[in-house]
Nanobody, 123 residues
Framework: QVQLVESGGGLVQAGGSLRLSCAAS????????MGWFRQAPGKEREFVAA????????YNEDSVKGRFTISIDNAKNTVYLQMNSLKPEDTAVYFC????????????????WGQGTQVTVSS
């Protein structure tokens, strides 16, 4: 059974940085992608970034362009999201997800989800 555990959320002032981590366990498929999504109060969950086993990445350029960086440590089965220059509009619960297969940007393409970690950016 695949399990994803996020960590690293918290409260930060605008302009600050946070690094989120997501540790995966129980995954048996050899080709996979890990992604980050977020959901702000009253809004739909949206795509943030994704990375596949080879290190290929894709981002929600409109929301996080040049500020967020996704990376992966395959040996540790862990994906990271480095978030810099945070804005109050980045406040959301951030979810990690994984899927068997290549890069994907849509919620329905991911079968496994973590519980989420809260990120709050104060102005």
């Amino acid at each position: 059974q695949v399990q994803l555990v996020e960590s690293g959320g918290g409260l930060v002032q605008a302009g600050g940085s946070l690094r989120l981590s997501c540790a995966a366990s129980g995954r048996t498929f050899s080709r996979y992608t890990m992604g980050w999504f977020r959901q702000a109060p009253g809004k739909e969950r949206e795509f943030v970034a994704a990375i596949d086993l080879s290190g290929s990445t894709t981002y929600n350029e409109d929301s996080v362009k040049g500020r967020f960086t996704i990376s992966i440590d395959n040996a540790k089965n862990t994906v990271y999201l480095q978030m810099n220059s945070l804005k109050p509009e980045d406040t959301a619960v951030y979810f990690c997800a994984t899927r068997a297969g290549g890069i994907a940007r849509y919620l329905y393409q991911y079968a496994y989800w973590g519980q989420g970690t809260q990120v709050t950016v104060s102005s």
